[in-house]
């Protein structure tokens, strides 16, 4: 995972972007990694744009690409309506984050429907991948929870950029 996170820190150019599309495709899908990385590559991606149009275009592009991956996920969720071997792994620690988050996001879901996944998806810091197999389980409009991901992976990025600044990048 260090030389995956590496390369989303380094990436540069149009390939840079899809380094950023696939390591965002994989937090949602498989990885329980933080997806604020995207943002570390920002200053540098060397597409001839504005800092702010790369840094739309990197949240844009890791939102979607999210998407995608939670919908894979969603697909998995729907035929095995069981975890997956990353949350198993992650249920078998010492720690009952994945006890806590599930309840959390069951919580959210159960109150406030696909705007409670794309709230639980704004919280920085916290691995997508448990909330989103969470969730997988409760719902079966497709759509609906593409488009909650997509928003609540948006929501986050911005989240994470109005509490820790532009700077932010520099943090993780």
């Given amino acids: 995972m260090h030389t995956l996170e590496a390369a989303v820190r380094t990436a540069t150019g149009p390939a840079g972007l899809g380094i950023i599309a696939a390591y965002s495709f994989?937090?949602?899908?498989v990885l329980p990694l933080p997806s604020e990385i995207v943002l570390l590559?920002?200053?540098?991606?060397r597409l001839g744009l504005p800092y702010e149009a790369n840094l739309a275009l990197v949240i844009l592009v890791s939102g979607a690409a999210k998407a995608i991956g939670s919908l894979f996920a969603f697909h998995l969720g729907q035929k095995a309506k069981q975890s997956g071997p990353v949350i198993r792994a992650l249920r078998r620690s010492r720690f009952d984050v994945v006890g806590w988050s599930e309840r959390k996001t069951v919580?959210?879901?159960?109150?406030?429907?696909?705007?409670?996944?794309?709230?639980?998806?704004c919280v920085p810091g916290f691995p997508d991948t448990i909330s989103i197999y969470a969730f997988t389980v409760l719902e079966e409009d497709h759509v609906l929870f593409g488009l909650?991901?997509?928003?609540?992976?948006?929501?986050?990025?911005?989240?994470?950029?109005?509490?820790?600044?532009?700077?932010a990048a520099t943090l993780a």
């Fill in 41 to 45: 590559p920002v200053g540098e991606l």
């Fill in 26 to 29: 994989l937090i949602a899908a």
């Fill in 107 to 121: 919580q959210l879901a159960q109150e406030y429907g696909y705007v409670g996944l794309a709230l639980a998806l």
């Fill in 148 to 167: 909650a991901t997509f928003v609540g992976s948006v929501g986050r990025l911005l989240v994470t950029l109005f509490l820790f600044g532009l700077g």
